[in-house]
């Protein structure tokens, strides 16, 4: 992943020179066509999820009038981004934002946190955005709810030399809706002895749909120092999306790592923005990241052992995935 900030920029560079070549009236119609014509230029998944983004625009250019409102404009735009299903894709104006959420409504919520307050109690220690505390069993739980929380080397070192004891270590991602890819290789790198290639990624050529770079290979540099030797639970939903699914496609390829839960939710491009001419900005999947084997992971990724909270486990105040993890590393210490 050392190199996404290079790619990064000259990103950007392509899109500032790209964005310049089409000028749109601010009229209903000119913001319909601005914004059709920045997703068909720059949005990296057409192909992939079989979008006929020109059948798109006949059908949504027809619901189009100069007449309508702002907020029923506003709800046409929203409904026709909706159509590529994608969770990194929003339009946002002073009012609203639209957004695709249905990638992880029709899967088990599977994760509680007044459940979760059983295992971690009010003695569980903080390091910026981790929770971390040894439970009884001596299993280590590590709780990081959003890759947007800083986290340093200090912080790592300090948080594995305490949990060295443990028979095991659960990390729980759940509900972890992303952030910065940085936090996401940092943590990575602990349960990592070697240069490992964990993904690829692509940016944008051209205009076509399927205009693209060669791969770029990502890879987890090891943390200078302290890494955890042991076994590792890495705990799933579908609400752990972006950089989060990013983490657990990279802990896919850590040698001591068991992936446990659900399937993530994905969200696998790299997100980019731009403005219609009305002040709306939008924001897209622009590059897509593909794992180690050059695969898709922009639909979620399934876990290594698929385990889903149960009611009667739940009714007695468990969590069954945290049980389940800490019977496996009980049983593989």
């Not at 964005?19 to 990296?44: P, Q, S, V």
Request: glycine share 8%; proline share 2%.
């Amino acid at each position: 992943m050392k190199y996404i900030l290079f790619i990064s920029l000259a990103f950007v560079f392509c899109f500032s020179s790209c964005f310049d070549e089409d000028k749109f009236d601010n009229t209903r119609k000119g913001n319909f066509e601005a914004l059709w014509k920045i997703m068909d230029e720059h949005y990296c998944f057409f192909s992939y999820k079989d979008v006929d983004w020109n059948e798109v625009h006949t059908r949504y250019a027809a619901r189009i009038s100069e007449s309508m409102s702002n907020d029923a404009l506003f709800t046409v735009l929203g409904e026709m981004l909706a159509e590529v299903k994608d969770g990194h894709v929003n339009l946002v104006a002073t009012h609203d934002v639209a957004r695709y959420w249905k990638w992880y409504e029709d899967y088990p919520y599977n994760f509680d946190t007044k459940i979760q307050d059983n295992y971690l109690g009010t003695d569980y220690s903080i390091a910026s955005g981790l929770k971390y505390k040894i439970l009884d069993d001596n299993i280590g739980y590590v709780y990081y709810g959003s890759f947007s929380s800083g986290i340093g080397d200090g912080n790592l070192s300090q948080v594995f030399d305490r949990l060295a004891v443990c028979d095991g270590v659960i990390l729980d991602v759940r509900n972890n809706g992303g952030g910065l890819m940085t936090n996401s290789e940092k943590l990575a790198s602990y349960f990592f002895n070697e240069k490992t290639l964990v993904a690829h990624i692509l940016h944008k050529t051209g205009k076509g749909h399927n205009d693209f770079s060669e791969p770029y290979e990502m890879y987890i540099e090891p943390a200078s120092g302290l890494r955890f030797q042991k076994k590792v639970a890495v705990l799933t939903n579908r609400r752990c999306y972006s950089a989060a699914n990013d983490f657990v496609n990279a802990m896919r390829y850590a040698p001591n790592a068991i992936i446990m839960g659900d399937k993530t939710g994905g969200g696998s491009g790299l997100p980019f923005s731009s403005e219609l001419p009305n002040g709306w900005s939008v924001r897209f999947s622009a590059s897509p990241v593909l794992d180690a084997e050059k695969k898709q992971i922009e639909f979620g990724i399934d876990p290594d052992i698929h385990q889903d909270m149960t009611d009667e486990d739940m009714a007695k105040g468990l969590d069954s995935i945290i049980e389940r993890a800490r019977e496996i590393l009980k049983a593989n210490k």
